[in-house]
Structures are given as structure tokens and as C-alpha cells.
């Protein structure tokens, strides 16, 4: 009785942490790209993804929250059906949500948090980032801030900060504007990044 009631609590526990596997067919990806908020609206319009959500990797602390997250990342993590995206595909999206050139964090979000990041689970996941890193670098003639980290324990962000712009999007759409996302992903990209 006690075997199945631990089961169950550890069960109960995985899946809250939001480290549950991905249901049958379904992949996950955590990818850090600044504010959260704008990369899990970005991931939540892209064809074969079915869902993403903010929080954050790369560290080592437990419990890591909104306010005390030394060494992590703000991430998301991205789960997406392989049969309509793959991998490759998806990191490609990723690249066009962002600055990767930008070594000082993301747009108007500086800091070691705001760092830029595709936490990768196996050798493959590694040849495929690095492989976008070298592509990108050479078509924008820089040099690409984007690390390769293996992946780590992904923590849920609060929930307030998940589908942030979907609940608040006047909030939202004052941070988009004020923070200049739009033309700096315009500059970079010219035309070709993601909305």
C-alpha cells in the first residue's frame, strides 16, 4: 500500500514540476530567448507546436521563482508534434524569434538571464543547433551568442507569467512596443523573422 501511495505522490510530483513526459508521439524542446513571455507567444503561433510554456533552466538551485533564479535561464519549453515540425524546423523558428547576435541578453531584457540558449537532450538535437548556429552566423555575417547547454530540469514559471500576452494583451503589447522587438527583429532579419 505504501509502494503505490509513493508512486503516486512521486507521479503527482513529476508531472506538477512539468518535467511529465510528452504524451504518446509528441516531443519536447526547451529553447531561452530573453522574456518569456514573447518567446512562448512566438512558439504558440507555430504550425506543429502544441503548446509552450515559461520558466526557467539552466541552473542548479531548487525551486527557482520570477524573483530568485541565479543561474537559470527565463526558457520555455516547447512541446511540438514531429509529425508537422521537426526538430530542425523548430530550432530554425526559434532563430527567427530572436536577436542572436545580441550578447547582452535579449532586445531591451539585458542581463545573465536573459541569455540566448537551445538546451539540447542527445547528440542529434547537438549536430542540428550547431549546425543552425553555423548557417546563421555565416547569413548574418556575425557572430552568433546562441549557446548549445545540455538539457537540464525545466521549472514552471509562476502562473501569472504563463500566456502572459494571451491574458494581459494591452500589458503585453506596451512592454512589445516599448522594449522595440518588432524593428529590432526586423533590422536583424529583414523581413524574414517570426511574428
Known amino acids: 500500500m505504501k509502494t503505490k501511495l509513493f508512486a503516486a505522490i512521486a507521479a503527482a510530483a513529476i508531472f506538477a514540476s512539468g518535467t511529465a513526459p510528452a504524451a504518446s508521439g509528441l516531443k519536447t524542446a526547451v529553447f531561452a530567448g530573453g522574456c518569456f513571455w514573447s518567446m512562448e507567444k512566438g512558439f504558440e503561433s507555430t504550425p506543429g507546436v502544441v503548446s509552450a510554456v515559461s520558466g526557467y533552466s539552466g541552473g542548479t538551485m531548487p525551486n527557482p521563482t520570477y524573483r530568485n ?23 530554425d523558428s526559434y532563430y527567427h524569434h530572436i536577436d542572436p547576435t545580441d550578447p547582452r541578453g535579449q532586445i531591451c531584457d539585458f542581463g545573465p538571464s536573459y541569455r540566448l ?19 546563421y552566423g555565416q547569413e548574418l555575417g556575425a557572430t552568433i551568442t546562441v549557446a548549445t547547454r545540455q538539457a537540464s530540469r525545466f ?7 504563463q500566456d502572459y500576452a494571451k491574458k494581459n494583451p494591452a500589458a503585453y503589447q506596451r512592454y512589445y512596443v516599448g522594449c522595440g522587438r518588432g524593428p529590432a527583429l526586423h533590422a536583424v532579419w529583414n523581413g524574414k523573422e517570426a511574428h
Not at 520555455?76 to 530550432?91: E, H, R
Not at 537551445?118 to 553555423?134: L, M, N, T
Not at 521549472?155 to 507569467?161: I, K, N, R, V
Open 69 to 91: 533564479h541565479p543561474g537559470y535561464l527565463e526558457a520555455v519549453k516547447v512541446t511540438y508534434d514531429p509529425a508537422k515540425i521537426s526538430y530542425a524546423q523548430l530550432v
Open 117 to 135: 540558449a537551445v538546451f539540447v537532450s542527445d547528440g542529434q538535437e547537438q549536430k542540428v543547433a550547431e549546425a543552425a548556429k553555423a548557417k
Open 155 to 161: 521549472w514552471d514559471a509562476e502562473d501569472y507569467h
